[in-house]
C-alpha cells in the first residue's frame, strides 16, 4: 500500500527516558512534517523538511531532535522525556511545499503516554 | 502570525445540511484547507480554497472569502459515517508557508 507508516503506534514510558517513533512514505513526495496534537486536538507544526533540509523549526523544546536520513523517511528523538509530551504526534507528507493544491498525507499517529 | 476560530461541536441529522464555519486572522495567506478527522485516526484531505467562491466535490463543498477572513464546510445529505472532527487550515506566507490548524469542529450525526 501506499502511504504514510509511523511505528510505534502506541508508546508508553517513564519520565526521563528517551524515545525515538520512526516515519516512512513511499508516495515519492519531497517533503515531511511532524505534528503534535494534544489532548484539546491541536494540530501543531513541529518541524518539517524537504530534501532532507530543515525548512521549518517551531519552538520545540530542544530535547525533540528530528533525523531525515533520505527523503522518505523523517524520525523523531525526544530525549528526557516529560509528562507534558503526552499527546498523539502526527507525520505527513507533501509532495512540494508552499505552492498550489499540495496537501499533506498523514500517518496514523503514534499516541505516546509519559508516565 | 495566525488565529483561526471554528466553533467546537455541532450536531446535525442524518439527511439534513451542516455548514462549519471558519473565521482567521493572518498575517499572509497562501491557501485554505479543510481535514477530516474520525476519533482515533489521521486527519484526510478534503478541500482546498485559494480563490474566493465555492469548491464543490460531491457532498462537499467549501467557501472562501479572502477579504473577509472566511471559509465554510458544507456536507450536504448527512450520514452516520460523517461525524468527525472537521479542521480548518490557513497556509501562512514566508518561505516556510506552513499549515496553521484551527482547533477542529466536532460534528456528531444522529439518527
Known amino acids: 500500500d501506499t502511504a504514510v507508516s509511523q511505528t510505534p503506534k502506541y508508546l508508553v514510558t517513564q519520565m526521563g527516558n528517551d524515545k525515538s517513533i520512526k516515519c516512512e512514505q513511499n508516495?515519492?513526495?519531497?517533503?515531511m512534517y511532524w505534528y503534535k496534537q494534544d489532548s484539546k486536538k491541536f494540530l501543531k507544526i513541529m518541524f518539517s523538511?524537504?530534501?532532507?533540509?530543515l525548512i521549518i523549526n517551531e519552538t520545540v523544546p530542544n530535547r525533540f531532535s528530528p533525523k531525515s536520513p533520505d527523503k522518505a523517511h523523517l524520525n523523531l528523538h525526544i530525549n528526557s522525556l516529560e509528562l507534558g509530551d503526552s499527546a498523539v504526534y502526527f507525520c505527513?507528507?507533501?509532495?512540494?511545499w508552499g505552492q498550489g493544491y499540495n496537501e499533506q498525507f498523514f500517518g496514523p499517529g503514534t499516541r505516546l503516554t509519559v508516565l | 502570525g495566525q488565529n483561526i476560530d471554528q466553533p467546537t461541536e455541532m450536531t446535525a441529522t442524518e439527511g439534513a445540511i451542516v455548514q462549519i464555519n471558519c473565521t482567521y486572522q493572518?498575517?499572509?495567506?497562501?491557501?485554505l484547507f479543510w481535514y477530516q478527522q474520525h476519533a482515533g485516526e489521521a486527519p484526510t484531505f478534503l478541500s482546498y480554497?485559494?480563490?474566493?467562491g465555492l469548491e464543490e466535490k460531491g457532498r462537499f463543498s467549501s467557501f472562501l472569502s479572502r477579504s473577509k477572513g472566511y471559509s465554510y464546510l458544507l456536507l450536504k445529505e448527512l450520514q452516520m459515517k460523517d461525524s468527525a472532527s472537521y479542521l480548518c487550515?490557513?497556509?501562512?506566507?514566508?518561505?516556510?508557508?506552513?499549515?496553521?490548524f484551527g482547533s477542529g469542529t466536532q460534528l456528531t450525526v444522529l439518527p
Open positions: 505527513a507528507s507533501s509532495q512540494g
Open positions: 493572518t498575517s499572509g495567506f497562501n491557501g
Open positions: 480554497n485559494v480563490l474566493d
Open positions: 487550515a490557513v497556509r501562512g506566507p514566508g518561505s516556510a508557508r506552513q499549515l496553521t
Open positions: 508516495l515519492g513526495h519531497d517533503t
Open positions: 523538511y524537504n530534501n532532507k533540509e
